[in-house]
């Protein structure tokens, strides 16, 4: 059983910087691309960022373009979130994911539990 395993989150003043990270547990597996979504309080799950390992190609969300990036390292099923400029309004539970679909790297499978973002003004 794969289990993906997010840590990095917590409570941070508006302006501040967290970085969030992503390892796989488990058997080993092949990823074609992973991913960080969020879902605030009362609100859908939404995409934030992605990798697509062939090509190294990254994808973000208009609201996060400037502030976030994210990276990895493809044979270690690892991907990283950094934060900055975070706002209140970036209050979350992130969740990371990974797609073992070769035909779309976006059909994310597997899940993370989440981890708490939480940004006072």
Partial sequence: QVQLVESG???VQAGGSLRLSCAASGRTFSSYGMGWF???PGKEREFVA???WSGI????AD???GRFTISGVNAKNTVYLQMNSL???DTAVYYCAA???SSDWR???SWGQGTQVTVSS
Avoid: C, H, M, W
């Fill in 63 to 65: 609201f996060v373009k």
């Fill in 57 to 60: 190609r990254t994808y973000y």
């Fill in 87 to 89: 706002q209140p309004e």
């Fill in 107 to 109: 059909n994310f499978g």
């Fill in 99 to 101: 797609s073992r679909d």
């Fill in 38 to 40: 969020r879902q605030a």
């Fill in 50 to 52: 992605g990798i697509r």
């Fill in 9 to 11: 989150g917590g409570l």
